[in-house]
């Protein structure tokens, strides 16, 4: 089993030390591989569209951005941690978010997400801790992943884990050992099953798609989805 982590922040905090319970029972029996931003993805997307109109290959940061990428496609179950700063996740999370604009179902989904978990994990001080989920969680189902979970929490006194009171820590310890407990029992040489709503998008999708390959065979988006299949019977969860 193979899980990828991506740490929307360097700082050692709350998210930090959630994201670690969290990984606990994973850790003798699982790959993990860690990215932390902004340091693994140092610049912002300039908004040139080179990876939509001309290939991922061809971005100005796709030697940090490929990488990631890969690790993603690879793995198992992806897991995204962000505090909320100005009730939104970080800047450096969304400049990753931008730059993996090709993995949306409107572009060039890849058929490995389809069939993959994702856990999110976000906290803050009073409110935003949701809306920071949320700015990651509607990047990654557009991707085609269905299984989703979300842990968020609000903080009331303090942002540092030793300034926490012990009631809690604790209630936050059992928390996210109950999700991480939940989470490591699953099979995961099975499948998530897909949803209804990833279902829509994506046939909403193959028409825009299938009309634009057949205006322009050319078109790089649309090649992609006709060289898998699914501008026809094909679809990336079925085998």
């Known amino acids: 089993m193979k899980i990828t982590v991506i740490n929307g922040t360097e700082k050692h905090g709350v998210t930090y030390r959630l994201k670690e319970m969290f990984l606990e029972p994973f850790r003798e029996k699982t790959e993990i591989i860690e990215f932390y931003l902004p340091k693994d993805c140092p610049s912002f997307c300039s908004g040139c569209a080179n990876c939509i109109l001309k290939g991922e290959h061809t971005c100005k940061d796709a030697a940090y951005i490929q990488k990631i990428a890969s690790s993603l496609l ?13 009730m939104h996740t970080t800047g450096s999370m969304k400049a990753l978010l ?104 994506f046939l909403f999708c193959r028409m825009i798609q299938k009309s634009l390959h057949e205006n322009d065979p050319e078109y790089l988006d649309g090649k992609h989805w006709a060289a898998q299949g699914w501008l026809g019977k094909a679809r990336p969860w079925k085998a």
Request: aromatic share 8%.
């Open 74 to 86: 690879a793995s198992d179950l992806i897991v995204m941690t962000s505090p909320a700063y100005v």
């Open 98 to 201: 931008d730059h993996l604009a090709y993995f949306w179902m409107s572009h060039r989904p890849a058929p490995e997400m389809f069939t993959k978990r994702a856990v999110i994990i976000t906290q803050c001080l009073g409110a935003g801790a949701k809306s920071a989920a949320n700015d990651i969680k509607h990047s990654l189902s557009w991707w085609g992943i269905s299984k989703i979970t979300v842990f968020s929490e609000k903080l009331m006194r303090d942002i540092v884990w030793e300034r926490l009171g012990e009631k809690k820590r604790s209630q936050l310890t059992k928390k996210i050992k109950r999700l991480s407990e939940k989470l490591a029992g699953i099979n995961y040489e099975k499948p998530s099953r897909i949803n209804a709503i990833t279902r829509i998008k």
